[in-house]
């Protein structure tokens, strides 16, 4: 491994260097165990400790399939769904895998008693599969989560309703959260040259998904004038959500939880903020069995205050049960409600009355395709759009970089440095970065 690692921080970039290094049979990499799924029963969600579950382990490196392509991973990023995976919930993740096992010679790799998990990663590429002509050993990349097989007619049109499509690093083994990965080179995409490792690996999943959501046709279709509300605007999801709606010509409504994320969405630009903890707003009961409309309505008079007295065309939604129901509320007439994620619960309710009499709609989302990965990856690369790493940790510390996402106690994206020995590393367009220096810093230290 020191030898891939010595390749890497020399900058040779040779087609041959990386084609000849000899790759071990071991890698470390953040995993959980198939015999410990039960090691939170009964205790709550937030008490689910992801520095208990999450192990760095040695691990075989697996043979490529065709079409795959092994990564050497100098950074990752941690998601929700290595949180989700990490805590066992809602299911454990493992189901995933021997499904995925079950479906031909090749996915039986997958079908282990350990999870490898992550879904982001910015590294170089060491070998390909079978098949493989686009992309050749010692390439700069970074990676995307979907992994789609594309033999059903259904995938043809957009590949996230393959009847086979999967989550990389979360329904998927091998993934980025480790020294090596295994990806479908149809994951890859160029790193841009102009942020570190670290930097590059941060936006994949949540910038993607943020653009599917937001922009895509595919999902609420933001166009120039919208006025859109962004739940948790400076977080990992609603960040890149409200760098879009300000690069698209919207107006973001910034929904936060503190002073200091407040001041993250005033230097990306957006002017409308709403700290939810400063009004004091409670969506439901101390139960939480039911919901109170007039606090809808009192978000609703907050946002028209702060628009002149516009409704919003479009609400982005992740926080699920906890705000869905305001989010159906305050929608304009005719507006839409797109969304994906559910991390304060799966179990949506609202008061159809306000969706079915106004015409609003509700827009599912989930991930993105490649085309759509591809678009929001050259948005990073042009610097209309920039990553919100807001603190990176050691491979060693995964569990404590999940237990933060966990706890909502980050802002932006944490990154995880794999091979990467510190941070800084991995910058080859030092003339393009000075010119974006300042956004690329924002989220830094917060």
């Not at 992994?147 to 999967?166: C, F, I, K, Y």
């Not at 994951?187 to 943020?210: D, F, I, R, Y």
Request: with cysteine.
């Amino acid at each position: 491994m020191q030898a891939i690692r010595d390749a890497i921080l020399s900058g040779d970039r040779t087609q041959e260097t990386y084609a000849n290094i000899e790759i071990p049979a071991t890698y470390r990499g953040a995993t959980v165990h198939k015999d410990e799924v039960g090691m939170f029963e009964g205790l709550a969600t937030r008490d689910k400790d992801p520095r208990k579950s999450l192990h760095i382990d040695e691990v075989p490196v697996p043979e490529l399939a065709p079409g795959e392509a092994l990564v050497a991973v100098m950074a990752s990023a941690i998601n929700y769904n290595t949180v989700w995976t990490s805590i066992f919930e809602p299911v454990s993740t493992f189901g995933f895998l021997e499904r995925y096992g079950r479906m031909s010679e090749f996915s039986k790799r997958h079908d282990l008693p350990y999870h490898v998990v992550g879904s982001d990663l910015a590294g170089v590429i060491l070998r390909t599969g079978p098949g493989v002509t686009k992309w050749k050993p010692g390439t700069e990349v970074v990676a995307h989560c979907l992994s789609v097989e594309l033999e059903d007619a259904e995938g043809h049109n957009d590949t996230m309703l393959d009847p086979q499509q999967r989550i990389w690093g979360f329904e998927t083994n091998f993934g980025g959260l480790a020294e090596l990965a295994v990806v479908k080179a149809n994951q890859l995409m160029p790193k841009p040259g102009h942020l570190t490792w670290e930097e590059a690996a941060s936006p994949g999943l949540v910038n993607s998904t943020a653009y599917r959501q937001l922009v895509s046709k595919n999902g609420a279709a933001m166009k120039l004038g919208d006025r859109v509300l962004i739940w948790g605007a400076s977080g990992g999801l609603g960040s890149y959500a409200t760098q879009m709606a300000l690069a698209g010509g919207a107006t973001p409504i910034c929904v936060v939880s503190s002073p200091e994320k407040a001041e993250i969405c005033r230097a990306m630009g957006a002017e409308l903020i709403i700290d939810r903890n400063a009004e004091g707003y409670r969506f439901w009961n101390d139960e939480g069995t039911e919901q109170n409309p007039r606090e809808w309505q009192r978000l609703g008079k907050k946002i028209r205050e702060l628009t002149g007295g516009y409704d919003v065309d479009i609400v982005f939604e992740h926080p699920g049960r906890e705000t869905f129901g305001a989010s159906v509320y305050v929608a304009r007439k005719g507006g839409t409600i797109v969304t994906c994620a559910s991390t304060s619960g799966y179990m949506h309710e609202y008061d159809n009355r306000y969706l079915w009499m106004n015409l609003k709609r509700i827009v599912s989302s989930h991930f993105a395709n490649y085309r759509e990965a591809w678009e929001a990856n050259e948005l990073i690369n042009r610097g209309l759009i920039h990553p919100t790493l807001s603190k990176t940790y050691t491979l060693d510390e995964v569990g404590q970089a999940a237990l933060d996402v966990h706890r909502n106690a980050h802002q932006g994206k944490v990154g995880v440095l794999t091979l990467a020995p510190e941070p800084g590393l991995g910058v080859t367009d030092p003339e393009k970065r000075a010119a974006f220096e300042s956004a690329i810093n924002r989220f830094a230290d917060q």
